[in-house]
């Protein structure tokens, strides 16, 4: 990938994981909702950091996050505002 990638039309993989985490999706939701592994979908995640289109958490756990996989209630506060644990 480049780093010219958001403003280039991404592949349809890379923009169906792409639209699901812009929509707060997790990388296991967006694995589920667009029928991917897992593996690529975190591999896609790990891409679109590198190239600066997408953010990772502010606590550096990036795309990977295992507490946006736990309930709600047991989150930290801290995790509230995090795209990866809508």
Known sequence: MTA???SERPSSVVGRVLDEVRRGGTPTSVAAR???P???VQAVLAELVAA???GTASCSVGPTCAVAQAP???RPV???TCP???
């Open 38 to 40: 897992l593996d690529l």
């Open 78 to 80: 801290a995790c509230a």
């Open 72 to 74: 709600r209630a047991e």
């Open 4 to 6: 010219d990638l958001a």
């Open 34 to 36: 667009t029928g991917l």
């Open 52 to 54: 600066g289109v997408v």
């Open 84 to 86: 990866l644990a809508r």
